[in-house]
């Protein structure tokens, strides 16, 4: 029981890590538009 719930956490914390990086790219990805626009 202890292992699935391990298992659990390890893949809350990876989707978390990875829609941190996303919005930081998607962020990125704006900020870089917006000076090539001006």
Do not use: G, I, Q
């Not at 719930?5 to 538009?33: D, G, I, M, P, Q």
């Amino acid at each position: 029981m202890s292992n699935d719930k391990l298992l659990k956490v390890y893949a809350a914390r990876k989707l978390l890590n990875f829609l941190k990086y996303s919005t930081f790219l998607h962020l990125a990805c704006e900020f870089w538009v917006v000076m090539w626009e001006r």
